[in-house]
Nanobody
Framework: QVQLVESGGGSAQAGGSLRLSCENS?????MAWFVQAAGKEREGVAA????????AYADSAKGRFTISRDNAKNTMYLQMSSLKPEDTAMYYC??????????????????WGQGTQVTVDS
């Protein structure tokens, strides 16, 4: 059974940092992090290719967030710094079954975690 389990969410002060992890039950192709704030649609934040050589970021994440993966541990990470109150959201990891280029489009991903809440206080 395919499982994606996020961890590392919590509360942080504006300007602070958090690192999210996504443990996978198997090796996947491209993977990504998505966010969904209350009352808003889910949107992509960062994506990474299967070997980690190619990444993609939303404009809001560029320069502040870094996506990475350790395939030996079947784990993907999102290092977040310079956090802002508008980063408050549920963060989901996602994985693609097919060998697609890393993308922030939700339709490219077949498997989703349950999410981890990130709250940034001003």
């Amino acid at each position: 059974q395919v499982q994606l389990v996020e961890s590392g969410g919590g509360s942080a002060q504006a300007g602070g940092s958090l690192r999210l992890s996504c443990e996978n039950s198997k090796y996947f192709n491209s993977m990504a992090w998505f966010v969904q704030a209350a009352g808003k649609e889910r949107e992509g934040v960062a994506a990474i290719s299967r070997r980690g050589r190619t990444t993609a970021y939303a404009d809001s994440a560029k320069g502040r967030f870094t996506i990475s993966r350790d395939n030996a541990k079947n784990t993907m990470y999102l290092q977040m710094s310079s956090l802002k109150p508008e980063d408050t959201a549920m963060y989901y990891c996602a994985a693609a079954r097919s060998d697609v280029a890393p993308t922030l489009e939700t339709s490219a991903y077949n498997y989703w975690g349950q999410g981890t809440q990130v709250t940034v206080d001003s």
